[in-house]
């Protein structure tokens, strides 16, 4: 007779057989770790000839809340009678109770509108028991003060990397300050000389004040920051004009984001004939060459020019600012098109939210954005083609995305 599983009892034992799988691989990890530990200090004896570092059976079992739930874990123990000396887990560090997953969820739920009780209520529907362990709204608390001296040491911390691409964008997000009032998150995340992604800044503002972005990247320049080659971000911000008042970002190409300009024409036009407009707006932003591009802009002003001169205005406007990407290598294009990397770090939180369910205050949601860039800053990959940075470096000239040649009269015009 064949058995019927429900859906619940199906998902109950994949979560069971998940935690399993998971405490068997921490256990697995804490031996090898103490294993490798012993061998490295056979040799260590003492004046009878016994070994100085050998096993000494296992500690107390204690839960550790990791993403997937609480997971019992009895840790085994080393005797080190090496004078000064004392064996410390780096897998299980003493006095671990939560991984760091559970940390890096606070943030998330914090700026989605919950209190720090609620937080603690909403972590125990993830994790079985008492997987919200060591979790109170006093705890919580206390981690928000930790992460705000984290912030401001970031906000203090000397800047040494040479940067070569900056995006710059603002994310909006209601607080709850008794009024409609919009604070904008203004943020940069820049990449070196060897490709990394790197979170640069982040600061509460108002997203069309010259002098918010204005006072953030004087405050970079005055920590050791050097001028980009080229900054990628949306044409509304107060960004570039704050941009063009500092001397030392006179020679930093601007860059205007792709995915904003596509948005901001499309809204100008009904939605009948946005499909057709889209697609020429994005055979002009993939175009392999300038003279491609500037073909499929004829285009869509041909099609929609009478109608709609306003979408055609918009895109005209900056045009100019649209295209430098060309002027970069290739590989570059699909990193430097848009402002992709800082839309997506915040994907997984919704910001954009009613005020009711705002996150308190403007610095706090400065300080808990910080935290979700951190954690999205671990994941970061270098840009694709990080490589051809180092021609970039040497004042080497590429044009639609390819290496200029000295000499020739690519590289004679591109320098002229």
Request: aromatic share 8%; net charge positive.
């Amino acid at each position: 007779m064949l058995k019927v599983v429900t859906n619940d009892l199906l998902e109950f034992n994949l979560e069971d057989l998940i935690r399993s799988g998971v405490r068997d691989l921490l256990a697995s990890a804490l031996e090898a770790e103490v294993s490798e530990y012993i061998e490295k200090f056979k040799n260590s004896v003492d004046e009878k000839g016994h070994r100085q570092v050998v096993r000494n059976g296992y500690g107390k079992s204690r839960k550790v809340t990791t993403s997937v739930g609480s997971v019992s874990v009895r840790a085994p123990r080393v005797d080190d009678k090496r004078e000064g000396e004392k064996f410390l887990s780096r897998v299980l560090p003493p006095y671990l109770r939560k991984s760091a997953k559970v940390e890096s969820l606070i943030p998330v739920l914090y700026l989605r509108g919950l209190s720090t009780g609620k937080i603690c209520e909403t972590l125990k529907e993830y994790f079985e028991g008492d997987g919200s362990m060591g979790l109170s709204p006093a705890t919580v608390s206390k981690l928000l003060k930790s992460w705000e001296k984290d912030f401001e040491q970031f906000k203090r911390r000397e800047i040494t990397k040479k940067y070569i691409y900056l995006w710059a964008d603002g994310v909006n997000v209601k607080v709850r300050l008794g009024d409609d009032k919009k604070v904008c998150l203004l943020v940069i995340i820049g990449v070196t000389e060897s490709g990394e992604k790197e979170l640069l800044a982040v600061e509460d503002g108002w997203r069309e004040s010259k002098e918010s972005w204005g006072s953030m990247m004087r405050d970079l320049v005055g920590r050791g920051l050097r001028a980009p080659m080229l900054a990628i971000g949306d044409g509304a911000l107060g960004f570039w004009s704050a941009l063009r008042d500092i001397e030392e970002f006179e020679k930093t190409n601007e860059q205007r984001c792709w995915v904003h300009k596509i948005a901001n024409v499309l809204n100008k036009l009904p939605k009948r004939v946005q499909p057709e407009a889209k697609r020429l707006l994005h055979e002009m932003m993939m175009a392999p060459d300038k003279v491609s591009a500037e073909s499929a802009k004829k285009n869509f002003m041909e099609t929609f020019g009478e109608k709609y001169e306003k979408a055609v205005k918009c895109l005209e406007k900056d045009w100019e600012k649209l295209t430098p990407f060309f002027n970069y290598p290739a590989l570059h294009w699909p990193s430097i098109r848009t402002t992709n990397p800082i839309e997506s770090a915040f994907a997984t939180v919704k910001l954009r939210t009613k005020s009711t369910k705002g996150s308190g205050s403007p610095k706090m949601a400065a300080i808990l954005a910080f935290k979700l860039l951190q954690e999205a800053e671990k994941k970061w990959r270098k840009i694709k083609g990080h490589e051809e940075i180092k021609n970039l470096m040497k004042g080497i000239e590429y044009k639609d995305g390819v290496m200029v040649a000295k000499g020739s009269a690519d590289h004679e015009a591109a320098a002229g």
